[in-house]
T-cell receptor, first 114, second 113 residues
Framework: GPKVLQIPSHQIIDMGQMVTLNCDPV?????FYWYKQILGQQMEFLVN????????KSKLFKDQFSVERPDGSYFTLKIQPTALEDSAVYFC????????????FGAGTRLSVL | QQKVQQSPESLTVSEGAMASLNCTFS??????FRWYRQHSGKGLEVLVS????GEKEEGSFTAHLNRASLHVFLHIREPQPSDSALYLC?????????????FGEGTQVTVIS
């Protein structure tokens, strides 16, 4: 099936540093998502991005978080500055439409903030 | 905010025996439902999407939706060891702006030979 690639698979950084997580979505998809999964808990929606704008974000999407997809390249999640509680696996997803369209997920980036 | 409960937390089945997983939603805000699975270290693989009451079959996977009872079931016919994975159910809202999904915590399925 369609593949979403996430780079890197694991990132370790010191608290307070900036981190950028990269996602290469399915090529003809228009909607992009980030989800966060803390160890042992369910995946939770962070943000949805379409046509260069954030459409919806959850309360987990703190002010330190930002997303962009400059010129159709990687869809990125930037956290600046990072905090210990940002340690989690971050999953990127994309879809061709909203609502009933299937979301395709990447394998996740494990972020460890020390 | 909607809650999604999956049961059991883990399930061990013999190769070829039917496996049944359950997903319960806390309210009716979701109107489309999906089952995904995740092999260790891999991305989520969509198995079945279901939008109306009744059954939907995709290969060896059958989803059964009962909106009145807020349940979505997944049956795996003749599972193989390669079907060992974390199975996740998720609900979405067609009327929502973003197409976001609400996930359960998953059922860890182990298929033994």
């Amino acid at each position: 099936g369609p593949k979403v690639l996430q780079i890197p698979s694991h990132q370790i950084i010191d608290m307070g540093q900036m981190v950028t997580l990269n996602c290469d979505p399915v090529s003809n998809h228009l909607y992009f998502y980030w989800y966060k999964q803390i160890l042992g808990q369910q995946m939770e929606f962070l943000v949805n991005f379409y046509n260069g704008k954030v459409m919806e974000k959850s309360k987990l999407f703190k002010d330190q978080f930002s997303v962009e997809r400059p010129d159709g390249s990687y869809f990125t999640l930037k956290i600046q500055p990072t905090a210990l509680e940002d340690s989690a696996v971050y999953f990127c997803a994309s879809s061709s439409g909203q609502s009933q369209n299937t979301l395709y997920f990447g394998a996740g980036t494990r972020l460890s903030v020390l | 905010q909607q809650k999604v409960q999956q049961s059991p937390e883990s399930l061990t089945v013999s190769e070829g025996a039917m496996a049944s997983l359950n997903c319960t939603f806390s309210d009716r805000s979701s109107d489309n439902f999906r089952w995904y699975r995740q092999h260790s270290g891999k991305g989520l693989e969509v198995l079945v999407s279901i939008f109306s009451d009744g059954e939907k079959e995709e290969g060896s996977f059958t989803a059964h939706l009962n909106r009145a009872s807020l349940h979505v079931f997944l049956h795996i016919r003749e599972p193989q060891p390669s079907d060992s994975a974390l199975y996740l159910c998720a609900g979405g809202n067609t009327g929502g702006l973003s197409g976001k999904l609400t996930f359960g915590e998953g059922t860890q399925v182990t298929v033994i030979s």
